[in-house]
């Protein structure tokens, strides 16, 4: 499933190398079972079950911890269910500071919105005229492309306040929305997915036709990306989501701060004060859940955006 | 047949199409290249002049402060810091621990899920991928609770077991960090290997089985050197990513008084601009951070394009 729907390079398939995409299948027939013996076979899947867990125990205990008040937090044992207090400590969340906590998931939902919708319409648009036009230093441009890709995030963020508070932008949202609007990464995907899944023969056949490029972009080659255009929004909108560094040094109004600033700010709380301790836990449970859904619904995306990424 | 005619004369005319000219072209980069403008190039054209300048103060400190240019004064002051070089030994030393344990882990975890015998690889591939849904500042939260004495079941456990370990002490707070890095970044690298492990043609692994090579043996001399390039570009974007560590030494400092504002680059960045304020520092030491990442991303594809070519 998640092989068969790679962009990967175009190649003729008869002269491809049969590729084991559909390895379950015709790895596990019978004649492969004299690969592994029963001792393989326990060793390998033991060892895939320690290391599953590894990555699955510590969200289990967020979601365990998220059901206790202060008193069990710190008195129960950590996977038994002491007082189910999950719904009182949800409530204590969205009483604080008259809702701020929604205030800021809702914040947090705009920022990676307008970032994944608008900034990877960007970046198609421009990974799109990387692919399919002809100018001037284009290599070049390119190249500042991929340099981008190579900049560190966090070593532009100072300027970048410097930048704002020249022009007076710090503490608005747009001192935060305007940078996640760009993503280097983005175009050298997009060209990938454009030199894949847009044939010039359509494009010229929409020229003959008489449509000019920009139409022809919207209604031909857009949709056409349509699959990439998703796996650059939702790596986008994950990206923003965990921005912490960029929404903590330009935003001073905790009225426009993102969920991963808002809750960060209750941890410094919940040191002195350790009532705050389950709406931290809470509140973490409750920022990830829309991520987690993300993730399980758009498998199909995240995957063969990973491997366009590397492997190519 | 016309039309044909058509397409091949345009196509020899070299791949011009739909519009073709320069100025279509700019229509759909000029977006881009205007935020590019505004949050990438700006901001390093702009730290490169802060950290060439310096705000001094006449006399007697009263007034205001006038900017001089003082050329690389502040670069040699930003690297006379102690805690600034401590910060950069410390990142360094945060690389040897981190980076065999997250790579060495995904590549045996992606033959692990590769080999034959393997169960269920759908369902263990979307588990290694949950962490990286979690964002950098629960996944600090989380860890950060679970190495606390009182709260965290592992403490408990270990005690239970006769084991004392203060995770978060200056000794062991740097491996606890290591440990939130590996646990939010193997799973997403696991995927990539495992990807590329799935194109290794059917026939290669066919051959050395009928040789008598075991699935071990098989793993090792034919799949790991099938997914090298998959593994330099790995390696790359680690070391991206590594040398802006921020988010996590920031959210396990307000759990410990061993991780200091200092702790690293980055840190000590955004202590220079925001506790400090000298803003000409902050610059300086972004420039360094930068300049430190382009050294050694370049480094791991010169690296990396030797090896395919041998």
């Not at chain 1, 995409?21 to 019978?30: D, E, H, I, Q």
């Amino acid at each position: 499933m998640s092989a068969s729907t790679l962009p990967r390079p175009r190649t003729t398939p008869d002269t491809a190398t049969p590729r084991r995409t559909g390895s379950r299948s015709n790895r596990t027939g019978p004649s492969s079972n004299r690969g592994g013996g029963f001792a393989s076979k326990l060793t390998v899947n033991g060892l895939l079950i320690i290391g599953s867990a590894y990555m699955v125990v510590p969200v289990l205990w967020l979601v365990f911890a998220s059901t206790k008040n202060a008193a069990d937090l710190y008195g129960t044992s950590a996977y038994a269910l002491g007082n189910f207090s999950l719904f009182e400590n949800i409530a204590n969340v969205a009483k604080q500071d008259g809702g701020l906590f929604f205030r800021w998931l809702g914040n947090s939902v705009m920022y990676a919105g307008v970032g994944a919708v608008l900034g990877s319409l960007i970046s198609v648009m421009a990974g799109y005229a990387f692919d399919k036009f002809q100018f001037r230093w284009k290599d070049s441009l390119f190249g500042f492309v991929l340099v981008g890709v190579l900049i560190p995030n966090t070593a532009t963020v100072l300027p970048m306040y410097l930048l704002a508070s020249l022009v007076g932008m710090t503490n608005t949202i747009w001192a935060v929305l305007i940078p996640v609007l760009c993503n280097p990464f983005g175009v050298y995907l997009a060209r990938v997915y454009s030199a894949s899944y847009v044939p010039a023969e359509t494009l010229e056949a929409a020229r003959m036709d008489g449509a000019g490029p920009i139409r022809s972009f919207f209604s031909l080659g857009l949709p056409m990306m349509m699959p990439g255009y998703i796996t650059i929004a939702l790596f986008q909108f994950v990206g923003v989501w965990n921005n912490f560094m960029l929404p903590l040094v330009m935003l001073q109004d905790q009225k426009l701060l993102p969920v991963s600033v808002g809750i960060s700010i209750w941890q410094g709380y919940s040191v002195p004060q350790p009532e705050f301790t389950p709406m931290v836990i809470t509140g973490s449970l409750l920022s990830i859940i829309p991520l987690l859904v993300a993730f399980i619904m758009l498998q199909r995306f995240w995957k063969s955006g990973l491997t366009t990424g590397s492997v190519k | 047949m016309a039309t044909q005619a058509l397409t091949t004369t345009v196509r020899r005319r070299g791949r011009a199409l739909a519009g073709t000219g320069g100025r279509t072209a700019a229509l759909f980069l000029v977006p881009f290249f205007a935020v590019f403008a505004i949050a990438m190039i700006a901001p390093v054209i702009y730290s490169l002049v802060l950290s060439f300048h310096s705000q001094q103060k006449s006399g007697l400190g009263f007034g205001e402060a006038k900017t001089v240019f003082v050329g690389l004064e502040n670069y040699v002051q930003v690297f006379q810091s102690e805690t600034f070089v401590e910060g950069i030994a410390r990142l360094g030393l945060y690389c040897l621990i981190y980076i065999p344990c997250m790579v060495g882990g995904a590549v045996a975890f992606a033959l692990l899920l590769d080999a034959t015998v393997a169960k269920a690889r759908k369902l263990f591939q979307l588990l290694v991928f949950l962490p990286h849904a979690v964002p950098g500042v629960i996944a600090a939260l989380i860890w950060a609770y679970l190495y606390t004495p009182g709260i965290s079941p592992l403490v408990q456990a270990l005690q239970g077991g006769g084991i004392q370990i203060n995770f978060l002490d200056s000794h062991m707070v740097l491996p606890s960090i290591v440990n939130i890095g590996v646990w939010e970044w193997t799973g997403y690298n696991v995927i990539i290997l495992f990807t590329a492990l799935q194109a290794v043609p059917r026939e290669i692994l066919e051959a050395a089985r009928v040789d008598g090579a075991g699935e071990i043996r098989a793993a090792v001399s034919i799949k790991f050197p099938l997914i090298l390039p998959a593994l330099s570009v790995i390696m790359l974007f680690t070391i991206i990513g590594t040398l802006q560590l921020f988010t996590e030494p920031s959210i396990i400092s307000k759990a410990t008084a061993s991780v200091t504002s200092t702790w690293v680059p980055n840190l000590w960045a955004y202590d220079a601009a925001f506790i400090r304020h000298n803003l000409n520092q902050a610059a300086a030491a972004s420039i360094i951070i930068a300049g430190l990442a382009a050294v050694l991303s370049l480094a791991v594809t010169r690296l990396s394009s030797r090896m395919n070519k041998s």
